[in-house]
């Protein structure tokens, strides 16, 4: 029956002692989101959420790793990049790198064959990180796809509408979207006299156009990649062109730069009528015809995208991406059914950075954390703490953000004091006397009023001075703006 | 200058080849999460993420990954069930088994001393999956935590009524919560006459009470953990005992059960203060106290819980649980610090599975998607997809949920009927007259009726018909039940 606190002592002690013998920290290439960051991730996300939810899509959610095998022979050169969970027996599993090829997966198992669908989710990449630049081996994808058999490019038009609006209503600055075809860069290379067989590999090339000069990549396409230099510069006549999408479609059919091959009309047919549904939406402001866009990955077929941000005229960076890509679902399924699917996916880590960087600039180098409404204080007597959570608990119950100082006798200067700090608007305050009369307290902070209320109107009162409900928040600014 | 046709034909019969060989499938112990599930989900965070806030916290994330050392002595014997990552060259890695040892290498790697956060996310354990009881092995946890040195139990009873609230708030019917306290735990085995060395290996037995009948769990402490008999029954004198908090409270001082014991005594003070403020915030009538209740978790130090279920006086599983662990965030710190924290735990899983079973219930078996607020059709004449679109796109602009059909020229018949189907409460009918006249048609589906509006007042009409703009429902409800 000895006291435990020897035993606690030594439990303590040994607690410590399995404590870890370097700093502790988080793996290469991933990163801690501190509660400032979180509430600008979450200020994105809602945005983004509100776009997909006001075109009708419905969300799904697939896990976080997948058989091996699902991604298998998904990524070409890319597949490297996949983390592989280690065997501790049963199946061979692995992280997922994109939200495209689950969803692939996705409709396969659940025999979907027409879905408009969002999916947010964190995917996975052993790639070299470059966290400056918004680069992380862990990262957001917001992902919204359309798959079924629809009206010729009318879905790939909402896509890029999707796209569009989000990067419009998010508070990243300029942007723009690249616009080209998957075809009608096939049919470029065979025009130029590209082997069939050497599409896909001159295509990666090609795609490395925004980040190395033209020499650059016309030495991998002859030397690495064994291309005559006359079929090089044959590319390379194409692949500088771009402009405003009506400018390039007419001189490029004016000039008959494709002659007649069949698969090249086709496409320009393509983005005519992409062009006029994205007029119709009012989204071909946003939009460039660049024949020097590839995308990386294999499996597109169709229209192909990129979004960047503009500072000026200066490209910033990539900020999502996408395509048709008629004939991934294919792999999952029984051999001739085709499920064709178009989607755009956002890529959110330069997004967190680009409205990082413009909130340090409004609020001058630091970031505000999300704040509560009210703090409830007390004033003397007994049972303070008790009395503050009596009152604390009527706000929660009203759905109003609230907190009480944890501590149980804090000083009423010392809580004022700290609610100003925080930028607290109001306080709500109770004393001996107001508690046993069941009253309290208002004191608005911004306005230095102060006036006393009964208990049962406590949350009227706050109302009426305009403290908004959590989850309230978007509704009241439509309200105030008149759009509601 | 050949045609692509047959290359391209060429590109998916290999695509095709590559398919899978096996029906594709999600890993051993996972899922996909369809669109009426994820609507589900969806619910339940809104409101889980609405009680955190409104008590101030704020939100943080971690990566999915962590160092396999910062997981490493933490979890006892469970440690077996932690996912590791392959070794590709680099860290050695393991997939997070809570978010409470990540929160505790947060709080070490971010120097954070003081803080009341919540966070939502996926953990991973490789256990027997039961998928029919909620049990998966990629499941969601959303953590409360209070971490810093405040007045005794004030944390520790803003956790338990975060708790409540949530559960409260959740559709799931009746729950209860049952209390204990480890070190009265402690005080008791000591009392009973359990070596300190077996507090923690007869805990775990203990901890199974609520599976197990105490002949098997009694078996367990003898013969397994070579306990006497006699210790053994005087444990099992103890466990038995629970009920309303101040009556249990009331009898164990009255009977002086745990004699002059000073660690019971002191964990019984704290039991006196925290159903004090648990009272003051209107929270004691969903608890009991519990003296079987023991967590198997090794690093509780103080005040512990767990949610269960109730229908009417049956326990349907476990939700959630918590308690107070001073001394894990000292594992990653310089010796001697200590930062003492208390948290809670809402298993969500369990929680969809109610959800979804209470919404079969009431809307007869199916679960409906979540739904579109308008329908915009057109009727006969040119472009009427680009009239459908332009008519769309001012939907969207508002933050109106809106489709069009993607096929060209749907039947206006056809289209209505599809509405009616799916329960879209109003369709926008835009014909070559109308269209020429810069108006449209407004069909109320439910009220049967059909007015003709000019196009810029077209949102207005909505709007004044009820439409509520994406994001705004959650206050618009309060509006309409006079709370806000």
Sequence with gaps: ??????????????????????????????RDYLPEQMAIRDEAFTIIRRVFKRHGAVEIDTPVFELKETLTGKYGEDSKLIYDLADQGGERLALRYDLTVPFARFL?????????????????????????????????????????????????????????????????????????????????????????????????????LDKEPWEEVRREMVEDKGLSGDVADRIGEFVVL?????????????????????????????????????????????????????????????????AVCMNGNTQVGSIGGGGRYDYLVSMFQEAGKVTPTVGVSVGIERVFTLMEERLQKEQGGTIKQPNVSVLVASAGGENQLQHRMRL?????????????????????????????????????????????????????????TEETVDVPNLVALLREKGVIPVGCEFAMELLKNGKA
């Design 1 to 30: 029956n000895e006291d435990t606190v020897a035993q606690l002592d030594k439990a303590i002690e040994s607690l410590l002692s399995g404590g870890m013998q370097r700093k502790p920290k988080v793996p290469k290439g991933t």
């Design 108 to 208: 396969a198992v659940n025999a979907v064959g027409n879905i408009k669908r969002f999916h947010i989710g964190k995917v996975y990449r052993r790639d070299q990180p470059a966290l400056s630049r918004g680069r992380y081996r862990e990262f957001y994808q917001c992902d919204f796809d359309i798959a079924g058999v629809y009206g010729r490019m009318v879905p790939d038009s909402e896509c890029l509408a999707v796209a569009c609006e989000i990067l419009d209503a998010l508070p990243i600055g300029d942007f723009g979207i690249k616009l080209n075809h998957r075809r009608l860069l096939d049919a470029i290379l065979d025009i130029c006299g590209v082997p069939a067989e050497k599409f896909r590999t001159i295509c990666s090339a090609v795609d490395k």
């Design 392 to 448: 604390t608990n009527l706000l929660w119950a009203a759905n109003i953000s609230a907190e009480f100082n944890q501590q149980e006798n804090p000083k009423l200067k010392f809580e004022i004091a700290n609610a100003l700090e925080r930028g607290i608007p109001f306080m709500v305050i109770v004393g001996e006397e107001e508690a046993k009369e069941n009253k309290c307290k208002v004191k608005d902070l911004n306005a230095r």
């Design 242 to 306: 771009k402009g405003k999408p009506w400018d390039m479609y007419n001189s490029l059919m004016t000039e008959k730069k494709f002659g007649d091959h069949k698969g090249a009309l086709d496409a320009m047919e393509d983005m005519k009528i992409l062009f006029e549904y994205l007029d119709a939406m009012d989204k071909l402001k946003f939009i460039s015809f660049d024949l020097s866009l590839a995308r990386g990955l294999d499996y597109y077929t169709g229209v192909i995208y990129e």
